[in-house]
């Protein structure tokens, strides 16, 4: 089982990307898909959550507005769509299967992971 992202490169601030994470060998849609980032010489951080099946979504504050999670079943995708980017939203950019239990969401070790994109807002 396997979790594939792309979608990352450069870009400047105020722009836009789109991350994909496919899913290898399992459904997507019965999980949910959350999507996390890690900063050169910081510690992990959550962007955010879709359960797949129903859609519902949640984000991060600091996403809220400019970020937004979506899927496509039939590709067995989930996308994380990123607008106005900014510097501090540099970062690798990783999907995971998570946990979700009412407004709390998480991934741990037991959850698949991704290799990682790499996302770098710079002018």
């Known amino acids: 089982l396997q979790l594939v992202e792309s979608g990352g490169g450069l870009v400047e601030p105020g722009g836009s990307l789109t991350l994909s994470c496919v899913g290898s060998e399992f459904l997507l849609e019965w999980y949910a898909i959350a999507w996390f980032r890690q900063a050169p010489g910081k510690e992990r951080e959550k962007v955010g959550c879709?359960?797949?099946?129903?859609?519902?979504?949640n984000y991060t504050e600091s996403v809220k507005g400019r970020f937004t999670l979506s899927s496509d079943t039939s590709k067995n995708t989930v996308y994380l769509q990123m607008t106005k980017l900014e510097q501090t939203d540099t970062g690798v950019y990783y999907c995971?299967?998570?946990?979700?239990?009412?407004?709390?969401?998480?991934?741990?070790?037991?959850?698949?992971w991704g290799q990682g994109t790499q996302v770098t807002v710079s002018p």
């Open positions: 879709l359960a797949v099946r129903n859609g519902i979504t």
């Open positions: 995971a299967t998570a946990k979700w239990n009412d407004e709390i969401w998480y991934a741990d070790e037991s959850d698949y």
